[in-house]
């Protein structure tokens, strides 16, 4: 039984379909990816996060991955608006997205004071895009040599897609139950602070709509992958993606995201009902069913890797129930989990510096070294504020007071509570070395949450 499962999954995943609906996708990825990297020079999202600041919140260990000097980085992403198009146009395609990836992932890892999930996720989707033949049709690649066209490609490359997405959409849904999401209690925060936009403002005030988005937010990221992939309930999935993306999109303003998930709806309906909308006259590919399930070694390679992939993203969002206290509160385990606009939280740090050589002591704020946005991140992600204390520790060192001792002062309200202290006050954050993998015992508890 075993055996036959395992070849059924085989000759599944690498039975060639219709590639109309990767194709098709191709058009809307590099078209999203190119307005993400030019949108992100034209208002002002590079120079706030990567010139402006003085100090950059690296991931922990990649300091060395640094924004270019002067005004490097606006050329940097004009480069990507360029890979951008040439994806969409197929138009030496693999050059154009393995750049993007490569500079979108250096860009992604460089900063984090502007971390969020569809950052992260676009990574992956770039990832698959490498693997996958998205340019063998409708492109100037195959304008440029006809011998790349093709009309068909393994199934395996909707599959991949299917699945990563179903995995964002599952773990996302999960992570919304518990007691503040279902007491609306972020929610009522987050449409409060939007209840002055225009058209849908006073809709936000509505208190029936509250557990209207909570528990239809867990609903949809629940039902969305199973309703797209069962024929029955496709167009209706296709319907509620519209109406869920589109409010979020009206709502929080969070980029090509809300587009790129329905845009990544073509890749769940037949291939067959996609070239009949977007290809008329693209000629019917003759699918051969093959019933040998005799693997090249490329092939074999390849369900080696994407099976060692998929096991690491069904761990990492599980990760942090490995760390001590609460993942809302301490962040660890947080990043890279689909734990996507669940809480909103607020607060405000200080460092307390001692000269143990001169008896010296003095304040620093955060914003005195960091930008606006930098400083409101930092009260409440203990990494940073960690990275932050190492920053201040060369800083004094270069201008002649070594060895400072280094304590935070914060404290943080978590869905509209008291505030309550963050950091312990009593700790020397300069003597303490980063837990990469273990609970930070100097952030403070948050035992009743």
């Given at each position: 039984m075993t055996i036959d499962r395992s070849i059924s999954i085989k000759r599944f995943l690498f039975q060639e379909v219709d590639n109309s609906g990767l194709i098709v996708f191709r058009v809307i990825f590099g078209l999203l990816i190119f307005l993400e990297s030019a949108g992100a020079i034209f208002t002002g999202w590079v120079h706030e996060t990567m010139i402006e600041p003085s100090f950059t919140f690296t991931f922990i260990g990649l300091e060395w991955l640094q924004p270019l000097p002067g005004n490097g980085m606006y050329y940097y992403y004009a480069v990507m608006a360029v890979f951008g198009?040439?994806?969409?146009?197929?138009?030496?395609?693999?050059?154009?997205?393995?750049?993007?990836?490569?500079?979108?992932?250096?860009?992604?890892?460089?900063?984090?004071?502007?971390?969020?999930?569809?950052?992260?996720?676009?990574?992956?989707?770039?990832?698959?895009?490498?693997?996958?033949?998205?340019?063998?049709?409708?492109?100037?690649?195959?304008?440029?040599?006809?011998?790349?066209?093709?009309?068909?490609?393994?199934?395996?490359?909707?599959?991949?897609?299917?699945?990563?997405?179903?995995?964002?959409?599952?773990?996302?849904?999960?992570?919304?139950?518990?007691?503040?999401?279902?007491?609306?209690?972020?929610?009522?925060?987050?449409?409060?602070?939007?209840?002055?936009?225009?058209?849908?403002?006073?809709?936000?005030?509505?208190?029936?709509?509250?557990?209207?988005?909570?528990?239809?937010?867990?609903?949809?990221?629940?039902?969305?992958?199973?309703?797209?992939?069962?024929?029955?309930?496709?167009?209706?999935?296709?319907?509620?993606?519209?109406?869920?993306?589109?409010?979020?999109?009206?709502?929080?303003?969070?980029?090509?995201?809300?587009?790129?998930?329905?845009?990544?709806?073509?890749?769940?309906?037949?291939?067959?009902?996609?070239?009949?909308?977007?290809?008329?006259?693209?000629?019917?590919?003759?699918?051969?069913?093959?019933?040998?399930?005799?693997?090249?070694?490329?092939?074999?390679?390849?369900?080696?890797?994407?099976?060692?992939?998929?096991?690491?993203?069904?761990?990492?969002?599980?990760?942090?129930?490995?760390y001590e206290g609460n993942t809302f509160w301490t962040e660890e385990g947080h990043r890279m989990s689909w734990r996507m606009m669940l809480r909103t939280k607020w607060g405000h740090v200080q460092f307390n510096i001692k000269n143990p050589a001169t008896g010296e002591e003095w304040i620093v704020h955060p914003q005195e070294f960091l930008t606006n946005n930098q400083s409101q991140k930092i009260a409440k992600n203990p990494d940073m504020i960690w990275q932050f204390v190492q920053y201040l520790k060369e800083h004094y060192e270069g201008v002649g007071k070594p060895g400072v001792e280094i304590y935070a002062h914060g404290s943080i309200s978590l869905n509209g509570r008291d505030h309550r202290p963050f950091i312990d006050p009593n700790v020397d954050l300069t003597k303490v070395k980063w837990q990469r993998f273990k609970h930070s015992d100097w952030i403070m508890d948050f035992s009743d949450f």
């Open positions: 198009l040439m994806v969409m146009l197929g138009w030496f395609y693999h050059l154009g997205i393995s750049g993007f990836t490569i500079l979108w992932t250096a860009s992604y890892l460089m900063q984090k004071s502007h971390y969020n999930n569809h950052y992260y996720l676009l990574i992956l989707l770039c990832f698959f895009m490498m693997l996958v033949p998205a340019n063998r049709f409708y492109s100037l690649d195959v304008r440029r040599n006809p011998g790349l066209k093709k009309l068909t490609c393994p199934r395996w490359c909707y599959t991949i897609f299917q699945a990563q997405l179903g995995i964002v959409f599952t773990y996302a849904a999960l992570a919304k139950v518990y007691p503040d999401w279902l007491n609306f209690l972020p929610i009522k925060i987050w449409f409060n602070n939007r209840s002055t936009l225009p058209v849908i403002g006073p809709l936000l005030k509505q208190e029936w709509l509250f557990p209207i988005v909570a528990y239809g937010g867990i609903l949809f990221d629940l039902l969305i992958t199973p309703m797209l992939l069962w024929k029955r309930t496709r167009i209706l999935g296709l319907i509620l993606s519209l109406v869920f993306h589109g409010f979020n999109s009206a709502v929080f303003h969070i980029g090509i995201f809300p587009y790129l998930m329905i845009g990544s709806t073509v890749l769940f309906f037949e291939p067959e009902r996609i070239r009949s909308l977007f290809f008329k006259s693209k000629p019917i590919p003759q699918l051969k069913i093959h019933e040998s399930v005799n693997l090249e070694l490329k092939q074999k390679k390849l369900l080696i890797v994407l099976s060692i992939y998929f096991i690491i993203q069904l761990w990492l969002p599980l990760r942090h129930h490995f």
